[in-house]
T-cell receptor, first 113, second 116 residues
Framework: DVKVTQSSRYLVKRTGEKVFLECVQD?????MFWYRQDPGLGLRLIYF???????EKGDIPEGYSVSREKKERFSLILESASTNQTSMYLC????????????FGSGTQLSVL | AQTVTQSQPEMSVQEAETVTLSCTYD???????LFWYKQPPSRQMILVIR??????QNATENRFSVNFQKAAKSFSLKISDSQLGDAAMYFC?????????????FGTGTRLTIIP
C-alpha cells in the first residue's frame, strides 16, 4: 500500500515563526499536493508539484512556499506564521494520469498562537 | 474556474438504511472526472468511488453507487445498507481532463452520522 507520511500530527507555533511541514511518500509518485482543510470551506489547494524542483500555485498560495528537492519529499513552508494559518494541512500524492486517485496523509493540525 | 457544491453540511441515517449525499458542480468542460472521498475520524482521506464524465453508466463499488446526471451537473453518492464504519466526512471532488492539470477541486463536505 502507498504510504504518505506527514511528520507531525499536531503542531503549535507562535505568530511570526517560520514553520516547516514535511510530507514523504514511498511509492515513487510524480505528483504531490498540499491542501488546507477548514470547517465549512472544504479542502483548498495551496501548492502542487509535478516533478522534482517543479511547483505550481494552487488556489490559496499566499503566505506559503514549497520545496521539492527529492521526488519523495514535498515540504510546505510558512515563512512567517499568522493566526489565520491555523488549520488542518493535508498532503497527498498521485502517480499521475487522468484517472489516478490521490493518496493522502493523516494531516497536520497546526495552531498558530 | 470549476466549483463544487455540497449543500448538506450534515446528514444522519439509521444503520442498515440507505442514504444519498448530494453534490453539484459547475463547469464549462465536456470531459472531466468526479470523485467521492471519505475522511473518517483518523483524518486520512480515502477514495470511495470515481466517475468519468464521458461514461453514461453510473459507477458502483459494493454498497456505494453514484447517480451521475451530466446535464444537471449533479453527482450524488448513495450508500446502501449503512454501517457504523461509514460514519465520516464525505467530500465530492472534480478534476478537469486538461493535460497536465491534475489537481482536484473539492466541495465543502458532508458529515455523515450513522445511528445504531
Amino acid at each position: 500500500d502507498v504510504k504518505v507520511t506527514q511528520s507531525s500530527r499536531y503542531l503549535v507555533k507562535r505568530t511570526g515563526e517560520k514553520v516547516f511541514l514535511e510530507c514523504v511518500q514511498d511509492m515513487d509518485h510524480e505528483n504531490m499536493f498540499w491542501y488546507r482543510q477548514d470547517p465549512g470551506l472544504g479542502l483548498r489547494l495551496i501548492y502542487f508539484s509535478y516533478d522534482v524542483k517543479m511547483k505550481e500555485k494552487g488556489d490559496i498560495p499566499e503566505g506559503y512556499s514549497v520545496s521539492r528537492e527529492k521526488k519523495e519529499r514535498f515540504s510546505l513552508i510558512l515563512e512567517s506564521a499568522s493566526t489565520n494559518q491555523t488549520s488542518m494541512y493535508l498532503c497527498a500524492s498521485s502517480l499521475g494520469g487522468w484517472f489516478e486517485k490521490l493518496f493522502f496523509g493523516s494531516g497536520t493540525q497546526l495552531s498558530v498562537l | 474556474a470549476q466549483t463544487v457544491t455540497q449543500s448538506q453540511p450534515e446528514m444522519s441515517v439509521q444503520e442498515a438504511e440507505t442514504v444519498t449525499l448530494s453534490c453539484t458542480y459547475d463547469t464549462s468542460e465536456s470531459d472531466y472526472y468526479l470523485f467521492w472521498y471519505k475522511q473518517p475520524p483518523s483524518r486520512q482521506m480515502i477514495l470511495v468511488i470515481r466517475q468519468e464524465a464521458y461514461k453514461q453508466q453510473n459507477a458502483t463499488e459494493n454498497r456505494f453507487s453514484v447517480n451521475f446526471q451530466k446535464a444537471a451537473k449533479s453527482f450524488s453518492l448513495k450508500i446502501s445498507d449503512s454501517q457504523l464504519g461509514d460514519a465520516a466526512m464525505y467530500f465530492c471532488a472534480y478534476r478537469t481532463s486538461n493535460f497536465g492539470n491534475e489537481k482536484l477541486t473539492f466541495g465543502t463536505g458532508t458529515r455523515l452520522t450513522i445511528i445504531p
